[in-house]
């Protein structure tokens, strides 16, 4: 958390020259320190509880950014169909009794959407020098998924492979079109 620190970190440094932060996501920033900006904490884009429980104290900081930055919350239930398929194009395939992939996969993207999600408002609706925003997603792609990337590893079933083989390659495009995005929001500072 964010008392581990035993040097100021970049966001303290510019806030000690009068600059405007915003950090989404980045470790460690729980609980949210107060700062010259807004801070979302790494806790806030975890699948907490469900859409009626706050999330947990200490979370979001300013307080009065607390509901505007609920509003960019994404829950694993909230990712479509559409959006697994972009992963596992043949998800419907998935035997879900026995394979909880796509749920797994539905919570990193659920979680990566609402750093995204986030870290965009900020960007639009405050004025900052600097916003850094921390994406997990392609290292918790890789931990769940990188089995399946091609080529195919002899301890891989063949249906699981043809299933998941294009996650990795997805995750990719995902967090590509994210930054894209965000870079929108940038000038040439």
Partial sequence: NVTSR??????NILNFENKWVNLVNWWPS???EPLHGVVVSNNF????????????T???????????ILETKIY??????????NFVPDAVSVDQDNDRSLVKLSVITAENLTVYYSALKLMQET???????????????CH???????PKLPSVNETEFELYKEVINAAY???????AKLLEQTDEN
């Fill in 76 to 85: 694993p239930e909230n990712i479509i169909d559409q959006e697994l398929l």
């Fill in 58 to 68: 200490g979370t979001i900081h300013p307080e009065e950014w607390v509901e505007k």
């Fill in 144 to 150: 769940q998924f990188m089995k399946y990337h091609p």
């Fill in 45 to 56: 884009p975890k699948a907490y509880s469900g859409k009626d429980s706050a999330p947990p």
């Fill in 173 to 179: 495009i995902f967090h590509d079109k994210m930054l």
């Fill in 6 to 11: 035993k040097v100021r970190a970049l966001w």
């Fill in 30 to 32: 729980y609980p949210a």
């Fill in 127 to 141: 004025e900052w020098d600097l916003t850094a925003a921390y994406f997990g997603g392609i290292d918790q792609y």
